[in-house]
């Protein structure tokens, strides 16, 4: 339904790291090698990053292609950070929300994106609304199945869970409330990514103490990147990667969903 990027490492601008690459997310609008559901990515964009000395991030979003947008080729050749979150977008609904349903979503700090899709939307996720205050809902971005997941993170960022058990809690109370759904999440704050394998390709790529990428494919044909096995959480910093196993809710119980898994270091 997308494909997305997020990355952490030296100084690049955003065109060597998006359009660049032999297969960067730029080709990967209209020629994913690897994505599982639909074929092009035509129905908006977005990009997010990190300027030096600020911790709050810029967005730039568009309803229409990349490929399209003179403007972002400019942008991307001069604007350059240490740190960003972008995606491409395979609408469920084309032309719902405009740019405003184009990841990355973002609060505070914060940048996120949604690949995959939740079946039954809006009414599969009903039995959700109710964790989330008035407030919450009345700031949905958009009005889409990832805006909703969105906020129900960020709800859990704002009690005090950390990136990778918002995520990880999320996916699991998601898929049990709507089963067959696909929940690949990717989440930064600048300084670590957090990121979740459950229905569609993800892939990694870590040099520690240089760069960390990870992306629903490889951007190029670097033997160092590893793909991510389904439902995986993944937490990055610029010096490691972790990969932890999602307990596969067929066999969990609703008091497994509600637990953290256990952390199993990836070498």
């Given at each position: 339904?997308?494909r997305h990027l997020a990355?952490?490492?030296?100084?690049e601008?955003l065109?060597?790291l998006l359009?660049?690459?032999?297969?960067?997310?730029?080709r990967?609008?209209?020629?994913?090698?690897r994505?599982?559901?639909?074929?092009?990515?035509?129905?908006?964009?977005?990009?997010g990053?990190?300027?030096?000395d600020?911790?709050?991030?810029?967005?730039y979003?568009?309803?229409g292609?990349?490929?399209?947008?003179l403007?972002?080729?400019?942008?991307?050749?001069v604007?350059r950070?240490?740190?960003?979150?972008?995606?491409?977008?395979d609408?469920t609904?084309?032309?719902?929300?405009?740019?405003?349903?184009?990841?990355p979503?973002a609060?505070g700090?914060w940048?996120?994106s949604?690949?995959?899709?939740?079946?039954?939307w809006p009414?599969?996720?009903?039995?959700?609304a109710?964790?989330?205050s008035?407030?919450?809902l009345?700031?949905?971005?958009?009005?889409n199945?990832?805006?909703?997941?969105?906020?129900?993170?960020l709800?859990r960022l704002?009690?005090?869970?950390?990136?990778?058990?918002?995520?990880?809690?999320?996916?699991?109370e998601?898929?049990?409330a709507a089963?067959?759904?696909?929940?690949?999440?990717?989440?930064?704050?600048?300084?670590?990514?957090?990121?979740?394998a459950?229905?569609?390709?993800?892939w990694?790529?870590?040099e520690?103490?240089?760069?960390?990428?990870v992306?629903?494919?490889?951007?190029?044909?670097?033997?160092?990147w590893?793909?991510?096995?389904?439902?995986?959480?993944?937490?990055?910093?610029r010096?490691d990667?972790?990969?932890?196993?999602l307990?596969?809710?067929?066999?969990?119980t609703?008091?497994?969903?509600?637990?953290?898994?256990?952390?199993?270091?990836?070498?």
């Open positions: 339904m997308c990355y952490l490492g030296p100084e601008p065109g060597r359009v660049e690459p032999p297969h960067g997310l730029y990967q609008s209209w020629a994913p090698r994505q599982k559901h639909g074929t092009v990515n035509a129905d908006g964009f977005g990009v990053w990190y300027a030096p600020d911790p709050v991030p810029a967005r979003r568009r309803a292609p990349i490929w399209a947008d403007s972002f080729a400019d942008l991307a050749r604007v950070t240490r740190a960003l979150l972008a995606a491409v977008r609408a609904l084309a032309g719902a929300d405009a740019e405003a349903a184009a990841a979503f609060t700090t940048l996120f949604h690949n995959g899709a939740v079946p039954g009414e599969s996720l009903a039995p959700l109710p964790t989330l008035p407030a919450d009345l700031s949905l971005e958009a009005r199945d990832s805006a909703l997941v969105w906020a129900l993170v709800a704002r009690a005090g869970d950390d990136e990778g058990e918002a995520l990880a809690a999320t996916v699991l998601v898929a049990a089963p067959g759904s696909r929940l690949n999440l990717l989440l930064t704050n600048g300084e670590t990514i957090a990121a979740t459950w229905g569609d390709t993800l990694y790529l870590s520690p103490g240089r760069r960390t990428v992306a629903s494919e490889p951007y190029d044909d670097d033997p160092l590893q793909e991510v096995p389904d439902h995986t959480l993944l937490t990055a910093s010096a990667v972790l990969l932890t196993p307990k596969d809710l067929s066999e969990a609703s008091e497994d969903a509600a637990s953290t898994p256990s952390e199993e270091p990836r070498t």
